[in-house]
C-alpha cells in the first residue's frame, strides 16, 4: 500500500497541503504488507486509459479510503478534463446519461413495491426471509400485469359491446346445451347476499367473474371487427406463455447464480464461518438467535460427520433394520398421501352431490368441503411426515429435502385430483356409482358431451372451484394469523410455564411459506382459464397475504432456527421441482476426482516400477545363466565326474517352482509390447482428438500452477532448471565434439594458425627493440598508478574518520532524480525515514570496503 | 433535515455520491445519524472531529453486532488506532455495507474485519476469535475445544488451497464468491 501510495503523491506535485497530509496519514497506518496486492492491482487497471463513468465506477468499488479516493478521482477529473477541452459533446452526453440513470434508479426505488419494507425486513430477519417477501412481491406484480392484460382484451371490451347490445354469433351444437339462465332472482336476504359472494353463486355466478356471463358477442362494422371468443382464447393463450416466460428469466437468473457458484456441500464449514454471520441483525436478542443458530449448525455438522464414520461402522444387523425401517416409513408416508388424496376425492363428490340438497350455512359448508379437506390435509400430513422423519434418521440435509418433496406432491396433486374429481363428475365419466343410481344423467352426457341438467356451464362451476379454493386460502390465512398466531405469542410472552417456553414463538418457515404461495398460484393458473377475474382477486390476495405475514414476521416471529438458502430457494420452488443444483458438482477439478487420479498416477507408478524389476531380475537371470552354462562348460572340460550332477541340478531347477503365479504371468503374452501397443493407439486417438482427458495429464504435475505458492514454484522452477542444465551441458558437449570433428573451419584456422604463429615472432621481435627505447615511460606509469591508488585510499580513510567524528553530519548525498519514490517537500516526515536508509546503507558500504 | 442538507454541501454530496456506493437520501440520512453523535460544538466542522468508538457503537445497527469494535478498527483512519471515525470514514463503512456494493469490495473488507490481529492472513487464532465471535462469548454456546480444533482443521482443509496452514485473502475471496448470500447478508442499513 505504502509504495503505490507514494508513487500516486510522487504524480501530483500540486496536491493542496491538507490532502497530502491525510495521505501521508493514510499510507502510515496501512503498512500492512498484505492488501498491497490488491490495490495496485486496481491502481494499475485504472491506469489504463477508459470512459469517466468507467473509472468512477471502479474508484468507487476499490477498498480504499474515502481520501484516497478523492486525491485520485481530482486528478482523474483534471485529467478528463484536459482530455475533453472545448466540451466535447460525448463527454456531456455520457455525463448526463449516468446523471440520468442514477436519477431514475433513485425514482424506481422510490416508487417500487415496498421497497422500505422490505429492506427492514431484510435487515431484521436476514435474507432468506427476505427472499420470500420479494417473491411475493413478484408474484403480486405478475397478477397484475395479467389482469391488465385479460382487462384490456376481454372485460372492456365485452363490456362495451353489452351495453351497445350487438348481435351474437352463430352458434353451434344443440339448442339444449347452450340454455343457460342461473337464478336471476329479485331479492336476497343479506345473508345470503354474504354466502353468495362466499360461494361465487347467486349475484357472483351471472356476473362478469366467471366464464358463463360472457356472450359469444362479435362485432362486425365495416372498420372494425372484434370478436370477443377469439379475443378470450388468445388472450388466455397469452396470459400463459407470459407467465411462462416470466418464471423462466426469474429461473434462470436463479440457476445461473447456482451454476456459477457451483455445489453447496463444497467447503461447507468455511461458508457457515465465512459468510453466515447476517449483518443486518438488529438487536441483542436476534443476535443471540443467531449466534445459537450458528453454534447449532456447526455443531450438526460436526455431530453428522462423527454419525457418517459411525455409520460406516454399522453391522449388517443395525443396517438391515435401519433399511428396512425406513421403506417401511416410506410407505406409510405414502399411504398418508394416497389416503389424503382420496378424502379430496371423496369430498369433492360429496359436496358436488349435496349442492343442491340443502340450503343456508350447511350449504356453504359442504360447498367449501374439497377446499377444507385439502387445507387440512396439507396442514396434517407434513406435521405426520416430520414425525416419520424421526424414526428414519436421515441426515438432516436429507430430512429437508425430503420433507419439501413431500410436501410439493401432496399440495400440487392434491388440486390435480380436486380437477379430476370435478372432470369424472362433469363428463360422467369415472362415476359409475353416480351413473346407476340416476338413469336419465346418462342421458344428458350423451346429449351435450357433459352433464347438463348438473352443470349447466361446466366452465362456470370449475371457476367457481378455483375461486373458492383462493378465498379459502386467504381467509385461512386471516384466521391463523388471528386466531392462531397472536394468542400464541401472548401466552408465550406472558406466562412463563414450562409448556410455553417449549412452544416457544413461532418461527417465520420460509420453506412451507413460499409453497403455500406456489399453491395459491397454480389455483390461479388453474382457474384463470374459467375465471378471468381470478389474477385480480389473486392480486388483492397477496397484498392482503404480504401485509398479514409481515406483521406477523415483525410482532409474532423469531428468526428461523434453521435458515434456508435463497437463492437457491427461488429457484428451486419455481421449478416446483427438487432442488437437484446442490446435489450436482459441476466442476471436474473437485476433490474426488483429483484424489482418483493421483491414485490413478501412484498405480501407474508402481506398474512400472514392478516392470523394471521384471526387467532387472530376467537379466540378472540371463546372467547367471550364461555364468553357469560356462561355468559348467569348463567343469565338462575339466572331468566327466561332474556331469550326472550338473543335469541333476538343471532338472531339479526346472522343477522347483517357488512362484508359480508370476512365472504365470509372465508367460502371459508379451506384456511390454502390448503396453506399448496400447500407449501408441491412445496417442493416436488423443491426437485425433477421440480420447480427450480431463484434467492434467498423466505425469504430468499435480497441482496445476495457479494452486501452487510461490515458494513452491519457485523451488519447482529451480529443480527443473538443475535438472534441464545437466542434461543440456552434456548434450553440448557431446554436439561440439561432433561438430567439430567434422567442420572444415578448424582446417582453416589450423593452416592460419600456422600463418599466425610466423607473424606473432616478427611483432615480439619488434616489441622488444622498442621497449628498450621507452623502459622509463613504464616505471613512470607504474608509479602513477600508485600514486592515484593511494589517494583513492586515503580519501576513503578520510571518509570514516569523518563518519566517526561526525563532521560529515549537514553534508548530503546528491540523489539521482528517478531514485527517489516521492517529492520530499510532501512527505517530509517518509523522506527523512528514507535518508537514514540510505545513510545506513551508505556506511555498510564504506565500511565493507 | 433542511440545514443538515445545506451543512453537507451540494459539492461534497454529489463528491460522495460519486466516490461511494450510496444514494442521496442515504447520505443525507447518514449524515444526520452522525451528526447526533458529535457534540454540539463539533457540529460546524464536520470531517475535522471524530466520533470515538463508544459512541458510534451506542447505534442501534452495531450496537448488537458482535464484530462491532473490528468494523470501526477496519475502517478507522486514525493514527492513534483507536477506532474512532470521522464522517468520511463513517461513509466508507456504510458504502461498503450497502445494497450496491460489489462482491469483491464486500469480501475485502470481511476479510480485513476477520483478521484479528491484522497480518494479512486468517491463521488459526483469528479463526478462533472469529468462530467465538459467531457462536457468543456465553459457555453454553462456546464449541468445546476439541469441536474447535476439528472445525479448524475442517475450514483449512476446504479453503487453504496452498496448504501453507492459512488462509490468505484471495483464498478468501474463492470461498466467499462460491456463496451468493453473502452479498445480502453482509449488509448494515441505517
Known sequence: MASGQQRQGSGNGYLTDQESLRLRRVSSRMSSPIYHDVNRSTSSAEEDDKGGSELNRELRSTPWHMAQKRTKWLEQQKQVRAQFSGGSWKHKRTKYVRQFKSNVRELLYFFSLWGKSLQKIGGNFGGGVQSYFFFLRFLVVLNFVSFLLIGGFVLIPSIVFRSEGSNLARNTGEEECLKYNPNPEGLVVFYEFFLHLLSGTGFMEYSYMFYGYYNNTMVEDRSLSYNIPLAYLFTAVFYFAFCLICIIVRMGKAARVAVTTGGSDVSNYSRIVFTGWDYGCLGSKATNLKQRNIYYRLQVDLEEERLKMHAASLTLCNKVTLYSLRVLMFFVAVGLIVATFFAIATATTFSQEQNSNVQGMLALFYEYLPSIVITAGNFLVPLLCDQLALIEKYSPSATVVLALLRAVILRLVSLAILLYTLWGQITCHGNTYYRNITESNTTDCDLCQYNHSAYPCWETNVGQEMYKLTLFDLLVNIAILVLVEFPRRMVVDNWSCKLSQWVGRQEFGVPSNVLGLVYGQTVVWTGALFCPLLPLINTVKFVIIFYCKKITLFNNCRPALRTFRSTTSTFFFLAATMNILPKKSWHVRNKDNVARVRRDEAQAAEEEREAKRRVERAEQEARTEYLRRKARAALQSAGVKGDDDGEQSGASLEHLNLFPLEDSSEKKGNEEYLREKKEEKEKQERAIGLLVSLGPQPGSEVTPWYMKSSAEQEEERKEKEKRKGISEEEKEKKDRRLKDSLDPLKDMKKAMGVYERREQKKKEKRNKEEKKSTGESSIERLRAERLQREVEERRRAQAVLDQRSGKRKGAHREMDERERPYNSAFFPELARKRQRRDRESWRDEILKS | ?190
Do not use: W
Request: aromatic letters at 8%; a negative charge; charged letters at 30%.
Open chain 2, 1 to 190: 433535515m433542511g440545514t443538515t442538507a445545506s451543512q453537507l454541501g451540494k459539492d461534497s454530496l454529489s463528491e460522495y455520491q460519486e466516490l461511494t456506493f450510496l444514494t442521496k437520501q442515504e447520505i443525507l440520512l447518514a449524515h444526520k445519524r452522525f451528526t447526533e453523535l458529535q457534540n454540539r460544538d463539533e457540529r460546524n466542522h464536520l470531517n475535522a472531529t471524530r466520533v470515538p468508538m463508544e459512541k458510534i457503537l451506542t447505534l442501534p445497527e452495531l450496537k448488537s453486532n458482535p464484530f462491532r469494535k473490528r468494523i470501526c478498527h477496519v475502517f478507522s483512519t486514525s493514527e492513534a488506532k483507536d477506532g474512532s471515525l470521522t464522517f468520511e470514514d463513517f461513509l466508507d463503512l456504510l458504502s461498503a455495507f450497502s445494497d450496491s456494493a460489489t462482491l469483491e469490495i464486500k469480501s475485502h473488507y470481511a476479510f480485513r474485519i476477520f483478521d484479528f490481529d491484522d497480518d494479512g492472513t486468517l491463521d488459526c487464532g483469528d479463526l478462533e476469535k472469529l468462530v467465538n465471535c459467531l457462536t457468543g462469548e456465553t459457555d453454553d454456546t462456546r464449541l468445546t475445544s476439541e469441536e474447535m480444533r476439528q472445525l479448524i482443521s475442517n475450514i483449512l482443509e476446504e479453503s487453504d488451497i496452498d496448504k501453507d496452514g492459512t488462509v490468505n485473502l484471495s483464498e478468501f475471496q474463492h470461498v466467499i464468491s462460491r456463496s451468493p448470500d453473502f452479498v445480502s447478508s453482509f449488509k448494515i442499513v441505517l
